[in-house]
């Protein structure tokens, strides 16, 4: 029986820690759907297709793994194709609690749907996409964060007058 599963994000960039979290869950599933989500209720700094773009890019090496986007209800994209399995990434402890209580609401909604936990690898604990955005906002480095082109593509966003030759 193929087991399908979905990562689901806003991936608003990409980063280390999420292709951490979708390679390390590629290698237990059969089938990994990474689920950009169209439409998150914070602001963004890449539209939805951008977002897909650069995820396609930086997991183009996982066999296993397709990138698409979805928008609604993450329980019911869940469903609608087939997965068994939403799979989620913790760095911190506050993220443990987000997502206890957001799982409980998804078994609430379907329990036939087994949401499955990865801690990330503790080189990226730190690593969130807001703070991410953040230091490229503020001139900083980032490219143990984020790969070079997720990096370049958040310098023409967030520095668009930035010499070429600085």
């Known amino acids: 029986m193929l087991t399908r599963a979905v990562f689901p994000g806003s991936f608003d960039p990409v980063h280390?820690?999420?292709?951490n979290i979708a390679r390390r869950a590629a290698s237990i599933f059969d089938e990994l759907i990474i689920a950009v989500y169209e439409h998150p209720q914070k602001d963004v700094l890449f539209s939805a297709e951008e977002r897909l773009a650069l995820l396609k890019r930086a997991t183009s090496d996982i066999k296993n793994a397709k990138v698409v986007s979805y928008s609604g209800l993450t329980i019911k994209y869940v469903k609608e194709i087939d997965a068994k399995v939403m799979v989620r990434g913790l760095r911190v402890f506050s993220d443990f609690d987000y997502e206890f209580r957001m799982a409980l609401a998804n078994q609430e909604m379907?329990?036939?749907?087994?949401?499955?936990?990865l801690i990330t690898n503790h080189r990226y604990t730190f690593i969130s996409s807001s703070t991410v955005k953040e230091i490229v906002a503020l001139g900083g480095d980032v490219s143990t964060m984020v790969p070079p082109y997720v990096e370049e593509a958040m310098k023409k966003k967030l520095l668009p007058y930035q010499s070429s030759d600085e």
């Open 16 to 19: 280390y820690g999420h292709i």
């Open 110 to 117: 379907d329990m036939s749907i087994e949401t499955v936990s």
